[in-house]
Structure formats: structure tokens, C-alpha cells
């Protein structure tokens, strides 16, 4: 069956770059009918919507990190990655990669389990 | 600040029923069929219990019943369980902002 794992560094520092890989097993992460995205929940809170991407370069992000965000897929290796600029505190999170239908599909049906990420100085 | 309103929490019995709502506008929840619920139980990853208002991926029990009236969507959990303890999120399809999908606030759920 379709799993993803994310993984990267559990603690980041203040101002510097976070970055994450999402590494899909059991699909192509070059098919066509995929989208591949991120979510992330700071801790006690709900659910936050950050972007996701298509193997064919689109990529869609949210508003409010637009500016300090890139999403991409590198098809060689199977996997997704985030990079988020000059983090803060408030860019601590449990980050989720999660998989929706390319066509008509407003739903994400496969999760990734989340990693922890703690941003400090 | 969400873009769907969910109540922060609610509560019933084993064995009860239980409706769990999602409140949106037009430019989401009343406008299209593509509301979606998610259970998240604690420290685990969100799973997918509805999608397009009213249809269960396969594997999902049959207690979970999802609809919509206007701007809201509902999700009907019936045979409440211990194991449905946990959060529940809806999203939708949205026309505002940057990304197609609009999230809940999510709604706890505690089995008494």
C-alpha cells in the first residue's frame, strides 16, 4: 500500500531554514494523477494547510508563507520536499505530508505519520 | 482564524449518536460537494473518514455518515465507540485564498 515518511531535523534554529523530505513508497510520486502536499499542526491547534505539488512543476502555497516558502518533487528519488525560510517559534509544528487525487480531489487520503519540529534559538 | 467554524467540543455516550457540524459560506461548503472529514486521534496523523460530502473510502465503518444542508456540513458518527475519542476536522473546497482547500478548526470529541 501507499506510505509516506517525512523526515529532516527535529530541532532548527531561529532565522535559518527548514527542510523536509517526504519519501513515498508503494506509488510514483511522477504520476499524473497526484498531488503532494504538506500540513503541519502547532502544538494544541488544528490543522494548517501549507501547500502541495504536482511532478509537473505547478505548486500552490499558502497565502501567509508564500514569501518563505518552496515546495518541490524530485521524480529520481521519489520524494517531496519543503523548505521553509527564516523560521520562528511560531513555525513549530508536527509536519505532515499527505497525498490528494489530481483531478476533482479536495481530500488528501494518504498521511504521512508527521514529524516534530522545534524552532529555537 | 479558520475558514470553517467547527464547535470546539462535544461529548456523548457509548452507543449514542452523535452530528458533528462545519459551517462555511457559499464561496466553500454551500457552493460545491467537496467537504471532507478527517478523525485525528492523539499523536497520531489525521485519517481520511469522508470526502466529496457523503462518500467513505473504503475501510471506513459504516457509523460514519456525512451530509450537507446550506453552509453546513455534518458528520453523523452513530454506535458511538471508545475508539472514536478524538479530534475531527472538515474541509472544503474553497474559491478564497491562495489554496483550493479550506480547513476547520477541528471539533474533540469526548466518548463519556
Known amino acids: 500500500q501507499v506510505q509516506l515518511q517525512e523526515s529532516g531535523p527535529r530541532l532548527v534554529k531561529t532565522s535559518q531554514t527548514l527542510s523536509l523530505t517526504c519519501t513515498v513508497s508503494?506509488?510514483?510520486?511522477?504520476?499524473?494523477?497526484?498531488?503532494w502536499g504538506w500540513v503541519r499542526q502547532a502544538p494544541g491547534k488544528g490543522l494548517e494547510y501549507i501547500g502541495y505539488?504536482?511532478?509537473?512543476?505547478?505548486?500552490y502555497y499558502n497565502s501567509s508563507l508564500t514569501s518563505r516558502l518552496t515546495i518541490s518533487v524530485d521524480k529520481s528519488k521519489n520524494q517531496m520536499s519543503l523548505n521553509l525560510k527564516s523560521v520562528t517559534a511560531a513555525d513549530t509544528a508536527v509536519y505532515f505530508c499527505?497525498?490528494?487525487?489530481?483531478?476533482?480531489?479536495?481530500?488528501?487520503?494518504?498521511w504521512g505519520r508527521g514529524t516534530m519540529v522545534i524552532v529555537s534559538s | 482564524q479558520s475558514a470553517l467554524t467547527q464547535p470546539a467540543s462535544v461529548s456523548a455516550s457509548p452507543g449514542q449518536s452523535i452530528t458533528l457540524t462545519c459551517t462555511g459560506s457559499r464561496n466553500d461548503v454551500g457552493g460545491y460537494n467537496f467537504v471532507s472529514w478527517y478523525q485525528q486521534q492523539p499523536g497520531k496523523a489525521p485519517k481520511l473518514l469522508i470526502y466529496?460530502?457523503?462518500s467513505r473510502p473504503s475501510g471506513v465503518s459504516p457509523r460514519f455518515f456525512g451530509s450537507k444542508s446550506g453552509n453546513t456540513a455534518s458528520l453523523t458518527i452513530s454506535g458511538l465507540q471508545a475508539e472514536d475519542d478524538g479530534d475531527y476536522y472538515c474541509?472544503?473546497?474553497?474559491?478564497?485564498?491562495?489554496?483550493?482547500?479550506?480547513f476547520g478548526g477541528g471539533t474533540r470529541l469526548t466518548v463519556l
Open positions: 499527505a497525498r490528494r487525487p489530481w483531478i476533482r480531489g479536495y481530500y488528501m487520503d494518504v
Open positions: 474541509t472544503s473546497y474553497t474559491t478564497e485564498g491562495t489554496l483550493d482547500l479550506a
Open positions: 466529496n460530502v457523503n
Open positions: 505539488a504536482h511532478h509537473k512543476g505547478t505548486t
Open positions: 508503494g506509488a510514483s510520486i511522477s504520476s499524473d494523477d497526484w498531488y
